[in-house]
């Protein structure tokens, strides 16, 4: 009986190689190589890790409804792993990528296919590395189409164009990270932001390294919308130019005209560009820079690119776009609080009503006790930097916690604990309290299938007011309220937005404030949820959901594929 049991789930296995139940559209097969590849940015070369040798890395392009199979072979000494950040993975945890969370790291010259039908999503994600600080270099675009003959529910752009922010680093940044975990500080922070892997004129050594969007008059062009930068949240603007805002996160929403936008790390965002009816005696600057809230954990530059009408001119003068102040949160908030979903009869927003299970979690930095033998630490008052929620800060379980939980064996891995509030509770925007140690553990917090969750996330203050932009994985949001200082559960909720919230995957914490999102439960598995500030997830600002199965076929978590990496 044994043998028999051990043949059936090989069996289930291998057919989780197939395309899926709920496959309709085209099968399409990617061959991700990861190598290492010299790449040469203000005037340094360095060995970077890459897919296919692409910096960024290579798009995927689908439609919704298609079956992707990605075959991921690791040829390079670290452990890799890709997550596919924004697709939901209904029933199809194990290809969702977090190294220890849904997977054990693909280790070198390993191979494991990433098998995944999307359901029900159109827009734009994107895909990185998710383990340590490799996303760095590890990262690409991933455009899902609307079904065929179904049109965008905004003018037919001429042309479309992805552009990817992110960091470029002249160090190597899995030492940067290794050394600041060691000891205890905060990390060296990156030498350029980039377009498109390309830091831009304003950087020295660089004026040819300039990403260039050529463009006709009198066009509408569609702009995807990346940030791929590690710790950083970023304005953007183009001189002399309206961007039209029409979808977050591959969530349609309605449309508004702005100069400029913030989007961060995680986030997408797609904008029309309407160009002008002629072609201008000018040149214009595309212009990224950080929105800052924090301390000594960004780099205060500006990323340029250049936005050229064909047929134009050499030597054209040269205009430049006015962003805001570094800390304006008060541009942040009214740009954020424009987003609104469709909420129409095609695309509508099925927020919660109901709520099943409420939630209020404290996020925030704070502190460890330092562990150099005889020396003290770079942390405040000689202790080592951490980042908690509900004050436990989440430890890396050395297997993969989706593993566990689906054999039954969760036991000495991860505990089912996770605190639903704090255990002590303060003024978290005010006088902070004088312990700022957290505690450690691997924990999650159970829910059953089809659960309605309203969560709050609550920043603190305990070593200063911070931003932090939380991405759930394996599900959407709705961003029903979000206010400053401390969240009031008698007064607040009677503002909430329960018609046409926003919807999306990634969504900021204000500094200093609250934000209230709602999900159903509805996609069996773990689920792993995180601020998208790298340096955070690395001091422990992250923790797990357990979502059980449901009754039905369709309501549980298939079998994992027989070339699941193992740890």
């Not at 340094?44 to 439609?63: C, D, E, F, H, Q």
């Not at 000494?77 to 054990?104: E, F, K």
């Not at 675009?141 to 065929?148: E, G, N, S």
């Not at 202790?383 to 064996?409: D, E, Y």
């Amino acid at each position: 009986m044994a043998g028999a049991s051990s043949f059936i789930l090989s069996l289930l296995a291998l057919l989780t190689l197939l395309p899926h139940p709920s496959f309709a559209g085209d099968i399409r097969h990617y061959k991700f190589d990861i190598k290492l590849q010299n790449v040469t940015r203000l005037c340094k070369t360095k060995s970077m890790i890459t897919v296919n040798g692409k910096y960024p890395g290579p798009r995927i392009l689908a439609r919704e409804g298609d079956n992707l199979l990605i075959n991921v072979t690791n040829y390079v000494s670290n452990n890799i792993s890709i997550h596919w950040h924004g697709i939901r993975q209904l029933q199809t945890g194990w290809a969702d990528g977090p190294a220890y969370i849904t997977q054990c790291p693909i280790q070198t010259g390993q191979s494991y296919v990433y098998n995944f039908t999307i359901i029900g999503q159109r827009g734009t994600l994107w895909w990185h590395a998710h383990i340590s600080w490799i996303r760095s270099t590890l990262h690409g675009a991933i455009i899902i189409l609307p079904k065929r003959g179904i049109p965008y529910p905004f003018p037919k752009p001429y042309k479309e164009a992805p552009i990817i922010f992110g960091e470029w680093f002249n160090a190597d940044t899995q030492a940067i990270i290794r050394q600041a975990l060691q000891n205890g500080g905060g990390p060296n922070v990156s030498d350029a932001y980039t377009i498109n892997g390309l830091p831009g004129l304003l950087y020295n050594c660089s004026k040819k390294d300039t990403y260039k969007l050529k463009v006709k008059p009198g066009k509408t062009y569609l702009l995807r919308l990346i940030n791929a930068a590690l710790n950083d949240e970023l304005f953007f603007s183009i001189a002399n130019h309206t961007l039209t805002v029409v979808e977050v996160d591959a969530i349609y929403v309605k449309p508004f005209e702005t100069k400029t936008l913030l989007i961060t790390p995680g986030q997408t965002t797609n904008v029309l560009l309407k160009t002008k009816s002629s072609s201008p005696l000018a040149d214009f600057l595309m212009l990224a820079r950080p929105y800052a809230t924090g301390q000594g954990t960004f780099d205060n530059t500006t990323v340029a690119g250049l936005l050229k009408y064909k047929g134009s001119r050499k030597n054209l003068p040269l205009f430049r776009p006015i962003l805001p102040a570094l800390n304006d949160t008060k541009f942040a908030t009214n740009f954020t609080k424009r987003l609104r979903s469709l909420a129409n009869s095609q695309f509508p927003a099925n927020v919660p009503q109901k709520i099943d299970k409420r939630f209020y979690f404290t996020v925030g930095l704070g502190t460890n006790p330092c562990n150099l033998n005889n020396q003290t630490c770079q942390g405040p008052n000689g202790t080592k930097f951490s980042a908690s929620i509900n004050n436990v800060s989440f430890v890396l379980p050395r297997t993969a916690l989706l593993q566990s939980h689906f054999f039954g064996k969760s036991k000495d891995v991860y505990s089912s604990n996770f605190p639903y509030s704090p255990s002590k509770w303060f003024n978290f925007t005010g006088n902070p309290p004088n312990n700022t140690m957290v505690s450690n553990g691997t924990k999650t917090l159970v829910l059953p299938f089809n659960t309605q969750v309203e969560l709050v996330l609550q920043d603190t203050s305990i070593l200063g007011i911070e931003s932090h932009p939380f991405h759930l994985h394996g599900f959407n949001f709705f961003v029903v309220g979000q206010g400053f200082g401390n969240y009031d559960p008698t007064n607040d909720p009677n503002k909430f937005n329960l018609k046409d919230p926003v919807e999306r995957n990634t969504v900021g914490v204000p500094p200093g404030g609250w934000v209230a999102i709602r999900f159903l439960a509805d996609n069996p598995g773990v689920w792993f949820m995180h601020c998208h500030l790298e340096v955070h997830t690395s001091w422990g600002l992250k923790m797990a959901w357990v979502v059980l199965d449901g009754d039905l076929p369709n309501q549980k978590l298939h079998p994992p594929p027989a070339d699941l990496p193992k740890c």
